[in-house]
């Protein structure tokens, strides 16, 4: 035992021995992080091979062959394609414009909570819309919106105002697209915020108090600073999945608004696995993916060259 | 001077009060839309058939029966149920048992190749596939009309590993060194020594797997086509927004049946919320997804 302790010691004090040694030393740790390994292989990176059927006439028949670009000829010339790339980006900007400030302002005004019993309740309630899926939250914005029993339009018709059929109304269901997103996540997006400024220390309040600050510049000064950094991670983050918008989509939308709502994802889902044309569909999936990242290494750069920030 | 200084305070003090006021108001209207249609649910789901005829928006309770819930028990929902429950419950623990072990690994300064492992998996974060090329992995795989294709292709959410590596980092390297003087290997110091410290990220991590693994909509549309396997989430989606037959007398389905399929829907996930909870804000510093 003593033995074995002082070799270990010895290991530790010459951290850099042979590779194979430093391996075999090292043997219980790379054995725990080999199922994680084979996992990142097969699901993620065999479908990042996968991306290469987009050059091919992969479907459900039996033959495969090398067609170069006219996946993306067809793509580019197809009216419908560009209808879901309008409508993405359309959803995508309502998210980035209506969405996303929307937490930084709940968790802003949570943090001006007195009672620590108080705060807590808020956040437990305004999560829980978080954890249910997409058809629990679909069902709940029908009930809501139904023309003839949702409480929304019985408001309206109090109100001597027309019944308005949101689900099926082309000028309303991207908005009930966007309320219900912000409906379900503002919660976590909150508590991630209110988080981060707990950490902010109280003192800096009570400093910037005594110099005459009001409380419009501490938030300008003091709070705001804080959460920069939180920000800019759920920015990139948000960028990183908001043109693959889908799920949403599949459970809320129906034939009558499948001109605003049809998207980029349910596109290529459509195309590729309802028609069968595979290889066309994974054209649509490289598409959205590379653009996706572009997106968030756009942001990135101009993160961290103008804020000194970023998470990549 | 004094007198306009106090005054300043008086004016400054009373603005606040003002604004704490509308605060307060506000984040209760902000907790009132959250939580009235979950309550709708609910009451709907226990109220009287006559009660939910005719289009009525139920804020207040009318009546309480069982009812529904006695017709969903009996019905091909149960079957959706505990599909769904499967994956949901055999997924979790697969999920834990390969995200705890890597993000230990990853969150070792010393491991071999460290930054090749890290780099290779925050790349997921920022480029994703999409559907199409999993939907062929699934097809060759021979997983179709398989659970296992609900399980397997998300057993690892780079995030939900990330988070745990990073809550692992900031557990002093003394604690583990020490243990490994004393004989652990590393496999022992995780066991033993780390994981009894992480029990908030645990808890945290365990219920957003178990939720992503319950929720899941499209992936089950897509991978599954038997009705024998179908998840509860497909069979909710179909109930609500396609009048189908099976549950009432005749072909309606009465609103309260509805919601109690939706309730059934939600019911694992709240259940488990509540005691999860409390563990959020110190599992949950994003602090960083940062490296």
């Given at each position: 035992m003593?033995?074995?302790?002082?070799?270990?010691?010895?290991?530790?004090?010459?951290p850099r021995?042979?590779?194979r040694?430093?391996?075999?030393k090292q043997?219980?740790?790379?054995?725990?992080?080999?199922?994680?390994?084979?996992?990142?292989?097969?699901?993620?990176?065999?479908?990042?091979?996968?991306?290469?059927?987009?050059?091919?006439?992969?479907?459900?028949?039996?033959?495969?062959?090398?067609?170069?670009?006219?996946?993306?000829?067809?793509?580019?010339?197809?009216?419908s394609?560009?209808?879901?790339?309008?409508?993405?980006?359309?959803?995508s900007?309502?998210?980035?414009?209506?969405?996303?400030?929307?937490?930084?302002?709940?968790?802003?005004?949570?943090?001006?909570?007195?009672?620590?019993?108080?705060?807590?309740?808020?956040?437990?309630?305004?999560?829980?819309?978080?954890?249910?899926?997409?058809?629990?939250?679909?069902?709940?914005?029908?009930?809501?919106?139904?023309?003839?029993?949702?409480?929304?339009?019985?408001?309206?018709?109090?109100?001597?105002?027309?019944?308005?059929?949101?689900?099926?109304?082309?000028?309303?269901?991207?908005?009930?697209?966007?309320?219900?997103?912000?409906?379900?996540?503002?919660?976590?997006?909150?508590?991630?915020?209110?988080?981060?400024?707990?950490?902010v220390?109280?003192?800096?309040?009570?400093?910037?108090?005594?110099?005459?600050?009001?409380?419009?510049?501490?938030?300008?000064?003091?709070?705001?600073?804080?959460?920069?950094?939180?920000?800019?991670?759920?920015?990139?983050?948000?960028?990183?999945?908001?043109?693959?918008?889908?799920?949403?989509?599949?459970v809320?939308?129906?034939?009558?608004?499948y001109?605003?709502?049809?998207?980029?994802?349910?596109?290529?889902?459509?195309?590729?696995?309802?028609?069968?044309?595979?290889?066309?569909?994974?054209?649509?999936?490289?598409?959205?993916?590379?653009?996706?990242?572009?997106?968030?290494?756009?942001?990135?750069?101009?993160?961290?060259?103008?804020?000194?920030?970023?998470?990549? | 001077?004094?007198?306009?200084?106090?005054?300043?305070?008086?004016?400054?003090?009373?603005?606040r009060?003002?604004?704490?006021?509308?605060?307060?108001?506000f984040?209760?209207?902000?907790?009132?839309?959250?939580?009235i249609?979950?309550?709708?649910?609910?009451?709907?789901?226990?109220?009287?058939?006559?009660?939910?005829?005719?289009?009525?928006?139920?804020?207040?309770?009318k009546?309480?029966?069982?009812?529904?819930?006695?017709?969903?028990?009996?019905?091909?929902?149960?079957?959706?149920?505990?599909?769904?429950?499967?994956?949901?419950?055999v997924g979790?623990?697969?999920?834990?048992?390969?995200?705890?072990?890597?993000g230990?690994?990853?969150?070792?300064?010393?491991?071999?190749?460290?930054?090749?492992?890290?780099?290779?998996?925050?790349?997921?974060?920022?480029?994703?596939?999409?559907?199409?090329?999993?939907?062929?992995?699934?097809?060759?795989?021979?997983?179709?009309?398989?659970?296992?294709?609900?399980?397997?292709?998300?057993?690892?959410?780079?995030?939900?590993?990330?988070?745990?590596?990073?809550?692992?980092?900031?557990?002093?390297?003394?604690?583990?060194?020490?243990?490994?003087?004393?004989?652990?290997?590393?496999?022992?110091?995780?066991?033993?020594?780390?994981l009894?410290?992480?029990v908030?990220?645990?808890?945290a991590?365990t219920?957003?797997?178990?939720?992503?693994?319950?929720?899941?909509?499209?992936?089950?549309?897509?991978?599954?086509?038997?009705?024998?396997?179908?998840?509860?989430?497909?069979?909710?989606?179909?109930?609500?927004?396609?009048?189908?037959?099976?549950?009432?007398?005749?072909?309606?389905?009465?609103?309260?049946?509805?919601?109690?399929?939706?309730?059934?829907?939600?019911?694992?996930?709240?259940?488990?919320?509540?005691?999860v909870?409390?563990?959020?804000?110190?599992?949950?510093?994003?602090?960083?997804?940062?490296?």
């Amino acid at each position: 035992m003593k033995t074995k302790a002082t070799k270990n010691a010895q290991v530790i004090n010459q951290p850099r021995g042979s590779l194979r040694k430093r391996i075999w030393k090292q043997r219980w740790l790379l054995m725990m992080l080999i199922p994680g390994l084979i996992w990142f292989i097969v699901f993620k990176y065999a479908t990042y091979a996968g991306l290469s059927l987009s050059f091919t006439n992969y479907g459900f028949r039996k033959t495969v062959s090398f067609v170069g670009l006219r996946n993306f000829q067809r793509l580019f010339r197809s009216a419908s394609f560009w209808n879901a790339f309008r409508n993405t980006i359309i959803i995508s900007l309502y998210n980035i414009v209506f969405y996303f400030p929307f937490p930084i302002l709940i968790a802003l005004l949570i943090n001006e909570l007195r009672s620590v019993h108080s705060k807590r309740t808020v956040q437990f309630l305004i999560y829980i819309p978080y954890f249910f899926s997409w058809v629990v939250v679909g069902t709940v914005f029908v009930n809501l919106l139904s023309p003839s029993s949702g409480i929304v339009n019985q408001i309206l018709k109090s109100l001597g105002l027309d019944t308005i059929y949101f689900m099926s109304d082309v000028r309303w269901f991207r908005k009930v697209l966007i309320l219900s997103y912000i409906w379900k996540q503002m919660g976590y997006g909150a508590v991630i915020y209110v988080a981060t400024l707990s950490t902010v220390d109280p003192q800096m309040y009570e400093a910037s108090e005594i110099d005459g600050c009001g409380k419009f510049r501490q938030v300008l000064y003091i709070t705001l600073p804080t959460i920069k950094p939180t920000i800019i991670t759920m920015l990139l983050l948000n960028l990183s999945h908001v043109l693959m918008i889908f799920d949403q989509v599949m459970v809320m939308y129906n034939a009558s608004v499948y001109s605003v709502s049809d998207v980029l994802q349910t596109y290529s889902y459509r195309e590729g696995v309802l028609t069968g044309n595979l290889g066309f569909g994974t054209a649509v999936s490289l598409f959205v993916g590379v653009v996706s990242l572009l997106l968030v290494m756009g942001t990135n750069w101009i993160s961290k060259h103008f804020l000194e920030d970023s998470i990549l | 001077m004094s007198r306009t200084v106090n005054s300043n305070v008086i004016k400054e003090s009373a603005a606040r009060k003002v604004f704490r006021v509308f605060n307060v108001l506000f984040l209760t209207l902000v907790c009132f839309i959250v939580v009235i249609p979950i309550w709708n649910v609910l009451i709907t789901s226990v109220a009287e058939d006559k009660d939910v005829m005719g289009g009525v928006y139920l804020i207040i309770p009318k009546s309480f029966t069982l009812k529904s819930y006695a017709r969903v028990l009996n019905s091909g929902y149960m079957r959706g149920f505990w599909n769904s429950l499967f994956i949901a419950g055999v997924g979790t623990v697969v999920a834990m048992l390969i995200t705890v072990p890597m993000g230990y690994a990853l969150a070792q300064r010393k491991l071999v190749a460290r930054n090749f492992f890290m780099k290779m998996v925050s790349l997921t974060l920022v480029f994703d596939a999409g559907i199409m090329p999993l939907y062929v992995l699934i097809r060759t795989l021979g997983l179709i009309d398989n659970s296992w294709s609900l399980i397997l292709p998300f057993a690892v959410s780079t995030f939900n590993l990330i988070i745990v590596k990073n809550f692992m980092m900031s557990i002093p390297e003394s604690f583990v060194e020490s243990a490994s003087l004393d004989g652990c290997n590393d496999l022992m110091a995780l066991v033993w020594i780390v994981l009894p410290m992480s029990v908030p990220i645990l808890a945290a991590v365990t219920l957003f797997y178990f939720v992503s693994f319950w929720n899941r909509y499209t992936e089950a549309v897509m991978f599954i086509n038997n009705s024998a396997r179908y998840t509860l989430q497909v069979m909710l989606r179909a109930l609500i927004y396609q009048s189908d037959g099976s549950l009432g007398e005749g072909n309606i389905v009465y609103e309260n049946t509805k919601m109690a399929v939706m309730v059934l829907g939600m019911l694992p996930v709240m259940i488990i919320y509540p005691f999860v909870q409390r563990h959020f804000v110190s599992g949950l510093m994003l602090g960083g997804v940062k490296e």
